[in-house]
């Protein structure tokens, strides 16, 4: 038994408890950022059992983690620290305007650590059930950080957020729930019938209808609350009206976590299809809707974070296209994965960073910012450059590869689309950016200093996308593989 597994959950949980007990504020932050920290350290140890062990589990099996789980549980982690970082800066901007007071951190700083253990929750289950439960806690958790500078327009994206997925997620219970029927007859015992790890032991021999009914479900419910287009309606309202910190760990990773659901089950439903596609296939034609459709949207905006909100439909829609065309095309879906994750994270922390110095998120109003606020304005330029493909940050090279694994399974249809759509964003994108970064101030916003914590951010997100774009470390190379191999089934 790993009681390190446990710990994942229990650092998170705790921390928000306490935090909704305390009343000072520079206590509250420290419990926050303490639990962030601790969990950030357990994640690094389950990874190392990981790699040496393969497989860990405890609590009966129930909780398990291996190259796929820790894969994203290093990512997850890795975007809740540095916005951890980041939301220090930004709640103190906050509470010297008097956007914030006591209350407002209390609810931020609980929240944040609950979300953490909901999706941990998400990534360390066996059973499919509790993953679900998950991704549910997720919704109902991470709904008042939307509207927790409260007005009606944030209101409005909280519910919208809370009916839309709220729908979606009860689509995947139902799908969910096909799943376990499709076991039916199998002499598995009943506690044992949506473990993951059986399932995909007895795939041959489900129900080949009621698992394709099943993934259908899957699909549309937990694609909802991924983002994937036409299920996607809510995503621009809520990342657009949440606190940056809150979009950046939305776009950043809980976009993932859905994702990381429907991921869960390919292996299962393309072996029990024996092997034809046909998961797959869904799989990229929602994807090519999402980046199509986001690629119209993108023109459209003048809101920055709305922008970002929809270049995050356009790359989640891109992962989903990589693990839908299958072979090298997984591996370099989940590469993608790691860098939207860092890229988008910079892009939403500069955003708001930009926004509270502006008071405002129009872009047509940030023409010439960078006078006020290089480093930020850096930021936000150089992850937007890096979102659209530009050379040699890292997502250049995972879309090279999606593009490379297309044409060498003759997905050429596929191919077509993709380059379509992303040259639309890449034009609509660059558009709005270089207003910002070469456009003429109008001499509203004062300059404004930046501390090391903000150059931090900034230089080490940029930085890794960099070397990310020229070199991939060898651990980095073995987690991807062997994740590849336990989506497409390979021993």
């Known amino acids: 038994?790993?009681?390190?597994?446990?710990?994942?959950?229990?650092?998170?949980?705790?921390?928000?408890?306490?935090?909704?007990?305390?009343?000072?504020?520079?206590?509250?932050?420290?419990?926050?950022?303490?639990?962030?920290?601790?969990?950030?350290?357990?994640?690094?140890?389950?990874?190392?059992?990981?790699?040496?062990?393969?497989?860990?589990?405890?609590?009966?099996?129930?909780?398990?983690?291996?190259?796929?789980?820790?894969?994203?549980?290093?990512?997850?982690?890795?975007?809740?620290?540095?916005?951890?970082?980041?939301?220090?800066?930004?709640?103190?901007?906050?509470?010297?305007?008097?956007?914030?007071?006591?209350?407002?951190?209390?609810?931020?700083?609980?929240?944040?650590?609950?979300?953490?253990?909901?999706?941990?929750?998400?990534?360390?289950?066996?059973?499919?059930?509790?993953?679900?439960?998950?991704?549910?806690?997720?919704?109902?958790?991470?709904?008042?950080?939307?509207?927790?500078?409260?007005?009606?327009?944030?209101?409005?994206?909280?519910?919208?957020?809370?009916?839309?997925?709220?729908?979606?997620?009860?689509?995947?219970?139902?799908?969910?729930?096909?799943?376990?029927?499709?076991?039916?007859?199998?002499?598995?015992?009943?506690?044992?019938?949506?473990?993951?790890?059986?399932?995909?032991?007895?795939?041959?021999?489900?129900?080949?209808?009621?698992?394709?009914?099943?993934?259908?479900?899957?699909?549309?419910?937990?694609?909802?609350?991924?983002?994937?287009?036409?299920?996607?309606?809510?995503?621009?309202?809520?990342?657009?009206?949440?606190?940056?910190?809150?979009?950046?760990?939305?776009?950043?990773?809980?976009?993932?976590?859905?994702?990381?659901?429907?991921?869960?089950?390919?292996?299962?439903?393309?072996?029990?299809?024996?092997?034809?596609?046909?998961?797959?296939?869904?799989?990229?034609?929602?994807?090519?809707?999402?980046?199509?459709i986001a690629a119209i949207f993108v023109i459209l905006q003048h809101d920055l974070k709305r922008l970002l909100a929809y270049s995050s439909i356009e790359h989640i829609g891109i992962i989903a296209l990589g693990l839908g065309i299958g072979g090298a095309g997984v591996f370099a879906a989940l590469f993608h994965m790691l860098n939207h994750s860092i890229c988008k994270s910079l892009a939403f922390l500069s955003a708001g960073r930009l926004g509270q110095f502006a008071g405002t998120h129009d872009i047509r109003k940030l023409a010439g910012i960078r006078e006020s606020s290089p480093v930020w304005t850096v930021g936000i330029f150089g992850s937007l450059l890096a979102l659209i493909g530009v050379a040699p940050f890292s997502i250049f090279i995972s879309e090279f590869l999606i593009m490379k694994a297309a044409i060498e399974t003759s997905s050429y249809w596929l191919f077509a689309f993709f380059a379509i759509g992303c040259s639309i964003i890449f034009i609509g994108i660059l558009g709005h950016v270089t207003p910002i970064f070469w456009g003429e101030s109008n001499g509203n916003i004062p300059k404004q200093k930046a501390n090391f914590i903000e150059y931090g951010i900034v230089g080490f997100i940029l930085t890794a996308l960099l070397i990310l774009g020229l070199w991939m470390p060898n651990p980095l190379t073995n987690i991807l593989t062997h994740s590849a191999n336990i989506i497409q089934n390979i021993k």
Request: aromatic share 12%; charged share 10%.
């Open 1 to 292: 038994m790993y009681n390190e597994l446990w710990l994942l959950l229990i650092i998170p949980f705790v921390g928000g408890i306490i935090t909704a007990l305390l009343n000072s504020i520079k206590a509250i932050k420290f419990v926050m950022t303490s639990a962030v920290i601790l969990s950030s350290m357990v994640g690094i140890k389950v990874y190392l059992l990981v790699s040496q062990h393969t497989v860990i589990s405890a609590g009966n099996n129930w909780l398990f983690a291996d190259a796929l789980s820790v894969y994203h549980i290093l990512v997850m982690l890795l975007v809740y620290f540095i916005s951890t970082i980041y939301s220090l800066v930004y709640l103190k901007t906050e509470l010297e305007h008097d956007d914030f007071g006591l209350k407002q951190v209390k609810i931020f700083a609980s929240l944040w650590c609950e979300s953490l253990a909901a999706m941990t929750l998400v990534l360390i289950s066996n059973n499919l059930a509790i993953m679900w439960v998950g991704i549910e806690t997720t919704t109902l958790v991470t709904a008042f950080l939307i509207s927790i500078h409260v007005s009606s327009i944030s209101l409005e994206a909280m519910w919208k957020y809370l009916l839309i997925c709220s729908v979606g997620v009860a689509f995947a219970f139902m799908g969910t729930l096909l799943a376990a029927a499709s076991a039916q007859g199998l002499n598995v015992p009943a506690k044992d019938v949506l473990f993951w790890t059986e399932l995909v032991k007895i795939a041959p021999h489900l129900n080949v209808q009621l698992m394709k009914f099943a993934f259908i479900f899957i699909l549309v419910g937990f694609g909802t609350k991924a983002g994937l287009a036409p299920m996607h309606s809510w995503l621009p309202d809520a990342h657009s009206q949440a606190p940056a910190p809150v979009s950046a760990i939305f776009s950043g990773f809980m976009l993932n976590a859905a994702l990381y659901c429907i991921i869960r089950y390919i292996p299962i439903v393309e072996t029990a299809t024996n092997h034809s596609g046909w998961a797959l296939n869904l799989l990229s034609g929602f994807g090519i809707i999402s980046i199509l």
